[in-house]
């Protein structure tokens, strides 16, 4: 079994970016486990993920981002098919009310079982919930982009997103954060789950707003 693990590049000013950090602390420790740093630009993170997918040929994706002002990690469970750039990206390319495919269904649901994550997360004393948002940045548009491949090109695959929240120094005193070892201690266990696990847990996850 192979399993690529992506992170993002740091963004927004940051000079790191603890979904990398945590990526790549999961990769020292498992050998069944690639990381690939991603481009937190609109036109380069596709290309970079297929080709990170055609060289590899993983058996599982998980993709992970920063989701700044959330304490906890949260495991995606929908791709939206919209980019609506709050910020501009690395390249400098801010779209607005544009699609992450023109002509793609409006919406994929996850391929992995991100209840069990959850659970599994929490087990370890990690914080974490499921999220029904990736956002409309460069996260979202990695975690459709990924859902569309293997819909339409790699049906064998499995896959999906997991945001994890702002480090500790990169935020002021009382914002929510997580220490990196801990998003890689989440993010080992979603592996985990998701090489052992297809059919969710039947708990719910719902959410009033």
Known sequence: ?????????????ATTNPSWQAARLVAARRDDVVAVELPVEFEASLPALRAAIETHRPDLVVCAGEAGGRASVTPERVAINLIDARIPDNAGDQPVDVPVIEGAPAAYFTSLPVKAAVAAIQAHGVPAAVSHT??????????YGLMHLLATEFPALRGGFVHVPSAPEQVGPGEPALGVEQSAVALDAVITTALTTTADLDVTAGTLN
């Open 1 to 13: 079994m192979t399993v690529l693990l992506t992170g993002f590049a740091p963004f927004g000013g």
């Open 134 to 143: 990736a956002g409309t940045y460069v996260c979202n548009q990695v975690f």
